[in-house]
């Protein structure tokens, strides 16, 4: 069988004893050609057997609402979960994804970016997580960053740069925790974020 041509109409198929089996799927396959999904407004229905999630976007997504909430509780501020309103390069060039900016009013009064948090889906940091915290850092004037992992140990990494310091903090969430306790440990998380800030 050859693959489909965009824009042409999908391939029709009539359920029967021999393709039975294959029913599942065909239907699945159908649902995709046609855009659609499992939600139905017109009263139909489709047996889902499972649901596959991204992890590390829930993580990101979960702990830069969580954490930015609690920094607002006790710091003020705004927190921009998902910033990407930041560039490595002039021109608005190659633009910076940390999961969360925390700003906060400057000496005029405007709001500057004071904490930057990466949320890292796993238990063991790479140089990777550290470069791209650097990055983070010295584009937003920032003298420390924060990633935060799911597992693992904590620690500080001292990068020195010409004329000062800059640290990157590596922080643990334990996601095991029920969901008072996890939401205390966010809490105390935020206050820590709070006191390294200049």
Known sequence: MNPPVPGAPAPVWQPSRLNQRYQPVLALAALILEGASYEFEDGRTVSVDGLVFRMWQVYEDFLGRALGEALVRAVGGRAEPADRNHYLAVGRRHVLKPDLVHYLPGSSG???????????????????????????????????????????????????????????????????????????????LAETLARVRP
Do not use: N, T
């Not at 693992?152 to 001292?158: D, L, S, W």
């Not at 010409?162 to 809490?187: F, N, T, W, Y």
């Open 110 to 188: 405007v709001p500057v970016p004071a904490i930057v948090v990466d949320a890292k889906y796993k238990r063991d940091f790479r140089r990777e997580d550290l470069y791209q915290m650097l990055a983070y850092c010295v584009r937003l004037g920032l003298d420390d960053g924060h990633l935060v992992y799911a597992g693992g140990r904590p620690g500080v990494v001292r990068v020195p740069v010409p004329g000062k310091e800059i640290r990157l903090h590596r922080h643990v969430l334990d996601l095991s925790l029920a969901h008072g306790e996890l939401g205390r440990r966010i809490d105390a």
